[in-house]
């Protein structure tokens, strides 16, 4: 079976152009068929700022009304994308950059309201493998903004790591797959004052007890929640690292990588 | 061999979602192989305002310092793209959005500063009509945001109608090419003050006839000059036609036709 790596990268990686460059360059580096699914980055943030929308969080997660959904639109799916598209393009990746209504690879549906009402926010539903793979077939990396649309032809804004793990989870079918999520940490730390307290490998019963002892940071458990589900569903890797460390991490020399209990 | 319809529609329908609505319905009904070439529309200007930026236009071409590429960037190649994009997936076209950058398909080399400096503009070297023919190949139609790149990874701002015609003469090589420009009029006018003079069939001989005789409007004759260069280098036919007629023109029941003299 082919090998496949999907890498998230976030968005203060995203931010910053030199340690953007450093990364772009690993994952060039990369063996066999890959797939990058980026972030944001604060740039969205200071650009509604600019155009008086105000940016409302919640969890993390930004509420998205329509005068957001065009930001979001215009910098994921235009600036942002585009640019890393440009550089993969120089460094001999033949990239290519997608939303999910793009060959309509990932259809979602709004979410539905419960406790919050998010707004314009996608649900994945269904993701296209097959399309994705005749696009690997032909040597094309894609390269997802973390924006998906619906049958109404609606587009709508998604968690960039939800839509990693649905990608990587759906690419099971024709591919062997590691997904690899990069931040600016190292992995998962023991203790989240010590940088330097990577755990090397998380299984679900050690996860379950550093959440216990709530050692875990907050941000990391709906990652960490979406890289177990990954693993359940097929995934046969899933490794969290810093975004420096991603051609290391590939070769288990970094990071912290997660898998099932035998 | 195949029929290949390239159509490039301009910035005054894209302003109008109404009508833009109607135009990417009359598109998807387009027999055979299809690729849309958008303009920007007014969005681009209304934002850059919002973000500080002044808009200066020589001749009908923006000056495109940084700031305002990335404007360009997130509002040509997101915005206004992706919602082209969603708006085809729900009338059954798998559509596809696509700058230059994007799988390599139309690199471009920064505009050589003569008279006057357009800044990051591009002129285009070459077109991979090989990627293009093969994303047809799989039912994808294209639509493209007329941004290129250079081999530095440079992202450029790009004419529309430009792009359009390079797109379509490269595609000479795997298709019978026929190239619709769909604007605010019923086709080329003998009469600018008369919308219903529109000339049905215009040869090099009496496109040089009205141009002597002012009588083509000056906006038209860089669309012309390049419609012409088109058929010079294989393209079948130009239409010119209002984006209402899209349909009947195709049938070459409306706007005008290009042809070179026999």
Known sequence: MNTLTVVKIG??????????????TAFSSLSGAKILVHGGGKIATQIADKLGLQTTMVEGRRITDKPMLDVVTMVYGGLV?????????????????????????????????????????????????????????????????????????????????????????????????????????????????DDNSVIGELTPTVYAEHKAAGTVNKGMIPKLDNAFKALGNGVAKVIICHADELALAAQQGAGTTLRLEK
């Open 81 to 193: 994308n585009k640019q890393i598209v440009a550089q993969l393009q120089t460094l001999d990746i033949n990239a290519i950059g997608l939303t999910g209504a793009d060959g309509g690879t990932v259809l979602a549906i709004k979410r539905p309201v419960k406790d919050i009402d998010y707004g314009l926010v996608g649900d994945i539903d269904e993701v296209n493998s097959g399309q994705i793979q005749f696009f690997l077939h032909q040597d094309l990396t894609p390269v997802f903004a973390p924006i998906t649309y619906t049958e109404a032809g609606e587009l709508l804004n998604t968690n960039a790591d939800t839509m990693a793990s649905a990608i990587a989870v759906d690419m099971v079918k024709h591919n062997e797959v590691t997904l690899v999520y990069c931040f600016e940490k190292k992995g998962v730390l023991a203790d989240p004052t």
């Open 11 to 24: 968005g203060n990686v995203i931010d910053d152009s030199a340690a953007l460059h450093r990364f772009l």
